[in-house]
């Protein structure tokens, strides 16, 4: 994961988009497996504006949170059609 890291945020910094996909490559990759929403946890903390929020939190703050299987299953499609 570090060496595609380094060679896609020398050119650019990585979105959120971006780092999402490239950890789901990477896992795909070291496991040589196709993944299943089901088969897959993914944690998320992070401070972007885009990023869903609970009711009464601000954008911004930073907090964990587990991605749903519906969530996932998006990504993985997205990173499967990506290749």
Known sequence: ???????QSSSTPLDRAAV???AIEALSS????DFKAG????????????EPVPEGVS????LFRQMGE???????VRVGEKD
Do not use: F, H, Y
Not at 30 to 33: G, P, Y
Not at 39 to 50: F, L, R
Not at 70 to 76: D, P, Q, S, T, Y
């Open 39 to 50: 088969e897959i946890e993914i944690g998320i903390c992070s401070t972007a504006e885009e």
């Open 59 to 62: 954008k911004g703050e930073g």
């Open 70 to 76: 519906e969530e996932r299953g998006e990504w993985l």
């Open 1 to 7: 994961m570090e060496k595609r890291w380094k060679t």
């Open 30 to 33: 070291v496991c040589a497996t």
């Open 20 to 22: 999402i996909e490239l």
